[in-house]
């Protein structure tokens, strides 16, 4: 017997390359005893001590029992070389569920039930069935479950031993078995690692950052124009910043992209897509206007709209651009506005919540104007309940008045109340009608899917249209523009306009500075604008309210260093430069990343962290990229629920093919529908468990193709990332900056540093997963390797940063 270190993995391929060529020369009889002796002592490091061999009655089959210590391990079965069972050559997997395809072959069946049974009868919980030649490695029993859901590794022949040498030798060498490689490679459960999280290792891990020193005079701004702009007093506000331009009549500039359409789902509805040009909104207006004249020459009955977008797309700003701008014959049109943000969670409230509304619309809006008339025909007071609106909206349309019916967030409770939406819809259709007014109800996508599975607009017709994002970069530079002429007026007209103090003195100019370097900054012309605009569009997944919120947030943060860009701007003026200052992407992602805080958390932080995992179904920092990867190569798919969709449970199989549990990607899938890098076919971010189908977003693109890679996003995430080598934590520990007073010039450096110590480690995780599950490189799932693309992406930035430190 050659002795061998037991860690000698190249010696035993070099010793099992000399058995396979034995092999030639052995007979039938010889080749099973001989080569399972040879294999096991010689190579796989066992010794006479740790086997016990028992021959049995039956004739054909010799057992061995493999122990550590005492300790039964696992029971090998030597079958006859091709009489007992023979692997066929078209199984060319790996791994096999017990149930499915291996056991098609009912010799190969027979030798599995016969093992295992004896496994049941020692209480050894692992099995190895061989001829000599080929090897199945399977759990006799599982706890819980049927052992036959639980999978097999097969080997096909000495040779194919051979070229799989890595996984063969750490899943039977000795060493590994008593680490408990068979738990690991053959039941798939994988040792759990203790993770550690860096944030939680510092006393100020919650501090927070003061807002920049421009804050207080940017404040009065942002609520008066960067917030929703739908306000009574905010009317030019509206007037001036409204965006008509919506993301699909903008196609030439999403190319390769996902457009924001129609939702495949509502086809069967026939969706109307709304598009706004010049003072028009397009269908929508001409059948808002239809039904207008048919209200007021016909007998009177009413129709149902229904208007709806994704989140933050607009839906609010839309109808109310609409009635205070667009409607041709405004002084005929009343329109009565209900914002269930503001109902009760309660279904039997709904409609009075939508007559109180009524009510207080009349008195705000239209009650001095009406009065009179009103009291002539014998109507002075109105009450919240249907017979008083009934004759009020019977009156005005005697008196040639078409009324519309706003109905807005009409399933802003359906999660509180599953019923809740539903009945929204009902009482709409029975206003509707009884009041004959022309009603709009305004809802989010996965809502009306939600009414399209429940069959409730089935009962009723009413014509659906569907309105899309704005183009961020107007959306923005329009109130930049307008926050640029407030700016000329005298400090008294815009407290009068604002209806808040401000006095801004000699400060006045450098807030122009700051909105002109903004303004000259945000330009998808420009490469550093371009950069910042797609991370503003695609990080909020055309939420219009979220990237305003970004964008509100960069203005203010603490983290957004005013000063610098206000310094830098002046030098380069006064240098000649036609531009000035260009805001580099750097500084708006991290504002954002971090918003008002020092450290990046992951349950702060509106950015997710994608190497962030869930420690009690994964070790892999890689699952979300792996997911993320796999649905993006299934774009061009195209099944009835829309193009790019893949079937969750698709998804799951190729997952546990390879070892990955159900609840690892279910943990997965739900995290990033949160965070919107995925979509449900039922349009809701909490829908996973009514969900058949997944596909990526634009959100999830960006992050696995441009985000992952930015060196200032791998800078901050890694402070909250579960990270299993507790001396990697300490050693990062040593160099955190951002709870220093002052900065330092060697502060970049440090950043360098740490960074490529995180990207070290992650090198370092992502090479085990690899070398843990050899099958990984088979499966569509798993064989993409993400940290040579992300190291050689931050060696460029990094080198180009420096270059730029250089040359100021």
């Given at each position: 017997?050659?002795?061998?270190?037991?860690n000698e993995?190249?010696?035993a391929?070099?010793e099992?390359?000399?058995?396979?060529?034995?092999?030639?020369?052995?007979?039938?009889?010889?080749?099973?005893?001989?080569?399972?002796d040879?294999?096991?002592?010689?190579?796989?490091?066992?010794?006479?001590?740790?086997?016990?061999?028992?021959?049995?009655v039956?004739k054909?089959?010799?057992?061995y029992?493999?122990?550590?210590?005492?300790?039964?391990?696992?029971i090998l079965?030597?079958?006859r070389?091709?009489?007992?069972?023979?692997i066929?050559?078209?199984?060319?997997?790996?791994?096999?569920?017990?149930s499915?395809?291996?056991?098609?072959?009912?010799?190969?069946r027979?030798?599995?039930?016969?093992?295992q049974?004896?496994?049941?009868?020692s209480?050894?919980k692992?099995?190895?069935?061989?001829?000599?030649?080929?090897?199945?490695l399977?759990?006799?029993?599982?706890?819980?479950?049927?052992?036959?859901?639980?999978?097999c590794?097969?080997?096909?022949?000495l040779?194919?031993?051979?070229?799989?040498?890595?996984?063969?030798?750490?899943t039977?060498?000795?060493?590994?078995?008593?680490?408990?490689?068979?738990?690991k490679?053959i039941?798939?459960?994988e040792?759990?690692?203790?993770?550690?999280r860096?944030?939680?290792s510092?006393?100020?891990?919650?501090?927070?950052?003061?807002?920049?020193n421009l804050?207080?005079?940017?404040?009065?701004?942002?609520?008066?124009?960067?917030?929703?702009?739908?306000g009574?007093?905010?009317?030019?506000?509206?007037?001036?910043?409204?965006?008509?331009?919506?993301?699909?009549?903008?196609?030439?500039?999403?190319?390769n992209r996902?457009?924001?359409?129609?939702?495949?789902?509502?086809?069967?509805?026939?969706v109307?897509m709304?598009?706004?040009?010049?003072?028009?909104?397009?269908?929508?207006?001409?059948?808002?206007?239809?039904?207008?004249?048919?209200?007021?020459?016909?007998?009177?009955?009413?129709?149902?709209?229904?208007?709806?977008?994704?989140?933050?797309?607009?839906?609010?700003?839309?109808?109310?651009?609409?009635?205070?701008?667009?409607?041709?014959?405004?002084s005929k049109?009343?329109?009565?506005y209900t914002?269930?943000?503001?109902?009760?969670?309660?279904p039997n409230?709904?409609?009075?919540?939508?007559?109180?509304?009524?009510?207080?619309?009349?008195?705000?809006?239209?009650?001095?104007?009406?009065?009179?008339?009103?009291?002539?025909?014998g109507?002075?007071?109105?009450?919240?309940?249907?017979?008083?609106?009934?004759i009020?909206?019977?009156?005005?349309?005697?008196?040639?008045?078409?009324?519309?019916?706003?109905l807005?967030?009409?399933d802003q409770?359906?999660y509180?109340s599953?019923?809740?939406q539903?009945?929204?819809l009902?009482?709409?259709?029975?206003?509707?009608?009884?009041?004959?007014?022309?009603?709009?109800?305004?809802?989010r996508?996965e809502?009306?899917?939600?009414?399209?599975?429940?069959?409730?607009l089935?009962?009723?017709?009413?014509?659906?249209f569907?309105?899309?994002?704005?183009?961020?970069?107007?959306?923005?530079?329009?109130?930049?523009?307008?926050?640029?002429?407030?700016?000329?007026k005298?400090?008294?007209?815009?407290?009068?306009?604002?209806?808040?103090?401000?006095?801004f003195?000699?400060?006045k100019e450098?807030?122009?500075r700051?909105?002109?370097i903004?303004?000259?900054?945000?330009?998808?012309?420009?490469?550093?604008?371009?950069?910042?605009l797609?991370?503003?569009?695609d990080?909020?997944?055309?939420?219009?309210?979220?990237?305003?919120?970004?964008?509100?947030?960069?203005?203010?943060?603490?983290?957004?260093?005013v000063?610098?860009?206000?310094?830098i701007?002046?030098?380069d003026r006064?240098?000649?430069?036609?531009?000035g200052?260009q805001?580099?992407?750097?500084?708006v992602?991290?504002?954002i990343?971090?918003?008002?805080?020092?450290?990046?958390?992951s349950?702060?932080?509106?950015?997710?962290?994608?190497?962030?995992?869930?420690?009690?179904?994964?070790?892999?920092?890689?699952?979300?990229?792996?997911?993320?990867?796999y649905?993006?190569d299934?774009l061009v798919?195209?099944?009835?629920?829309?193009?790019?969709?893949?079937?969750?449970d698709?998804?799951?199989?190729e997952?546990?093919r390879v070892?990955?549990s159900?609840?690892?990607?279910?943990?997965?899938?739900?995290?990033?529908?949160?965070?919107?890098l995925?979509?449900?076919?039922?349009?809701?971010?909490?829908?996973?468990?009514?969900?058949?189908f997944?596909?990526?977003?634009?959100?999830?693109?960006?992050?696995?193709?441009?985000?992952?890679?930015?060196?200032?996003?791998?800078?901050?995430?890694?402070?909250?990332?579960?990270?299993?080598?507790?001396?990697?934590?300490?050693?990062?520990l040593?160099?955190?900056?951002?709870?220093?007073?002052?900065?330092n010039?060697?502060?970049?450096e440090?950043?360098?540093?740490?960074?490529?110590?995180?990207?070290?480690?992650?090198?370092?995780?992502?090479e085990r997963d690899?070398?843990?599950?050899?099958?990984?490189?088979?499966?569509?799932?798993?064989?993409?390797?993400f940290?040579p693309?992300?190291?050689?992406?931050?060696?460029?930035?990094?080198?180009?940063?420096?270059?730029?430190?250089?040359?100021?």
């Amino acid at each position: 017997m050659i002795f061998m270190s037991l860690n000698e993995c190249d010696v035993a391929f070099k010793e099992l390359e000399t058995l396979i060529s034995k092999t030639k020369d052995l007979s039938e009889a010889d080749t099973r005893a001989k080569i399972i002796d040879l294999l096991f002592l010689d190579i796989l490091g066992w010794t006479e001590d740790d086997i016990r061999r028992e021959s049995h009655v039956h004739k054909g089959y010799l057992d061995y029992i493999f122990s550590i210590d005492g300790t039964r391990k696992f029971i090998l079965e030597a079958k006859r070389v091709g009489l007992s069972f023979l692997i066929p050559e078209s199984f060319g997997g790996r791994y096999y569920v017990i149930s499915g395809t291996i056991s098609t072959d009912k010799k190969i069946r027979a030798a599995i039930e016969q093992v295992q049974l004896y496994c049941i009868n020692s209480g050894v919980k692992y099995a190895v069935l061989t001829n000599g030649m080929q090897f199945i490695l399977f759990e006799a029993f599982k706890y819980g479950a049927d052992w036959r859901s639980g999978k097999c590794i097969v080997f096909r022949s000495l040779e194919d031993v051979k070229d799989n040498f890595n996984l063969f030798w750490n899943t039977l060498n000795k060493k590994s078995v008593s680490e408990g490689s068979l738990r690991k490679y053959i039941s798939k459960e994988e040792l759990p690692l203790k993770f550690y999280r860096p944030i939680d290792s510092l006393h100020s891990k919650d501090a927070s950052i003061t807002r920049n020193n421009l804050s207080p005079l940017l404040q009065p701004f942002i609520e008066f124009v960067f917030k929703d702009i739908i306000g009574e007093g905010q009317l030019e506000v509206l007037k001036n910043c409204y965006v008509k331009q919506k993301q699909f009549q903008i196609a030439s500039r999403q190319i390769n992209r996902q457009l924001d359409r129609s939702p495949d789902f509502a086809k069967k509805y026939n969706v109307k897509m709304i598009l706004e040009s010049g003072n028009s909104a397009g269908t929508f207006e001409e059948l808002h206007s239809k039904s207008q004249k048919f209200l007021r020459t016909q007998a009177p009955r009413g129709n149902l709209m229904l208007l709806m977008g994704g989140i933050g797309a607009g839906k609010t700003t839309f109808i109310h651009h609409f009635f205070k701008f667009v409607i041709k014959d405004p002084s005929k049109t009343l329109w009565f506005y209900t914002n269930f943000l503001n109902a009760a969670p309660d279904p039997n409230l709904i409609q009075n919540h939508i007559f109180s509304s009524i009510i207080e619309d009349y008195d705000q809006k239209y009650k001095s104007k009406l009065e009179d008339e009103l009291k002539a025909v014998g109507l002075e007071k109105i009450s919240p309940n249907l017979e008083s609106i009934t004759i009020l909206f019977s009156l005005l349309t005697l008196k040639g008045y078409t009324v519309s019916l706003v109905l807005d967030n009409v399933d802003q409770h359906s999660y509180v109340s599953p019923e809740y939406q539903e009945r929204a819809l009902l009482i709409a259709k029975h206003l509707t009608e009884k009041l004959k007014t022309i009603t709009i109800l305004a809802l989010r996508e996965e809502s009306f899917f939600k009414s399209t599975m429940s069959g409730v607009l089935d009962a009723f017709p009413a014509d659906v249209f569907h309105i899309s994002s704005p183009s961020f970069e107007q959306l923005t530079r329009y109130r930049i523009k307008y926050v640029l002429e407030l700016l000329k007026k005298t400090d008294t007209q815009l407290t009068n306009l604002m209806k808040v103090y401000v006095n801004f003195g000699a400060s006045k100019e450098v807030v122009k500075r700051f909105f002109n370097i903004i303004n000259d900054s945000l330009r998808s012309s420009r490469r550093k604008g371009e950069e910042i605009l797609r991370f503003m569009m695609d990080i909020s997944g055309g939420d219009m309210r979220l990237a305003l919120h970004f964008f509100r947030t960069f203005l203010v943060s603490g983290n957004t260093d005013v000063d610098e860009m206000l310094m830098i701007d002046l030098r380069d003026r006064e240098q000649g430069f036609i531009y000035g200052y260009q805001i580099p992407f750097h500084h708006v992602i991290k504002s954002i990343i971090l918003e008002h805080s020092r450290l990046y958390s992951s349950t702060r932080s509106r950015i997710m962290n994608l190497f962030d995992l869930n420690p009690e179904c994964s070790n892999s920092q890689f699952l979300n990229l792996h997911v993320l990867s796999y649905l993006n190569d299934r774009l061009v798919y195209n099944p009835p629920t829309g193009r790019g969709y893949v079937e969750i449970d698709s998804i799951i199989r190729e997952a546990e093919r390879v070892g990955i549990s159900r609840e690892a990607i279910s943990y997965s899938l739900i995290t990033m529908a949160r965070f919107s890098l995925v979509q449900f076919e039922n349009q809701s971010k909490q829908g996973y468990q009514t969900a058949t189908f997944v596909r990526l977003t634009n959100t999830g693109s960006y992050y696995l193709n441009e985000l992952v890679r930015k060196y200032i996003y791998l800078d901050l995430v890694w402070m909250d990332t579960p990270i299993s080598d507790e001396a990697i934590v300490k050693e990062l520990l040593d160099y955190v900056i951002e709870l220093n007073r002052y900065k330092n010039p060697d502060d970049i450096e440090r950043r360098f540093q740490r960074t490529e110590i995180f990207l070290d480690y992650l090198k370092t995780m992502e090479e085990r997963d690899f070398k843990n599950n050899p099958e990984f490189k088979d499966s569509d799932l798993t064989r993409r390797e993400f940290m040579p693309t992300i190291i050689q992406s931050y060696n460029e930035q990094k080198e180009f940063i420096k270059t730029a430190r250089a040359s100021k």
